[in-house]
Nanobody, 120 residues
């Protein structure tokens, strides 16, 4: 059984920062690519960032480059998303995901999500 639990979401003003965390357990994480997706109300889920097991393969969506940083701590089975210079359009539910593929497709496991709200 695999489980991923996100934390760190909240309400922040535009220009502010948040650090999301994802705690993984069970038969996911080891050897997996880990990533973050987000889904805003009325919109489709979209890829945000991903990181490989050894933190060498890192990918970002164009809209978060230079603002967001993904990292992982394999010993703690944790994945992080540092979000800086947040914008109102970053408002969404952010979900942790794991995949055996760098493309993050298909996703094998999803977390339940954490809400991020950015006020203008």
């Amino acid at each position: 059984q695999a489980q991923m639990v996100e934390s760190g979401g909240g309400l922040v003003q535009a220009g502010g920062s948040l650090r999301l965390a994802c705690a993984a357990s069970g038969r996911t994480f080891n050897g997996y690519f880990m990533g973050w997706f987000r889904q805003a109300p009325g919109k489709e889920r979209e890829f945000v960032a991903s990181i490989g097991w050894n933190s060498i393969k890192i990918n970002y969506a164009d809209f978060v480059k230079a603002r967001f940083t993904i990292s992982r701590d394999n010993a703690k089975k944790m994945v992080y998303l540092q979000m800086n210079n947040l914008k109102p359009e970053d408002t969404a539910v952010y979900l942790c995901a794991s995949s055996l593929w760098n493309s993050m497709d298909p996703v094998d496991f999803w977390g339940q999500g954490t809400q991020v709200a950015v006020s203008s």
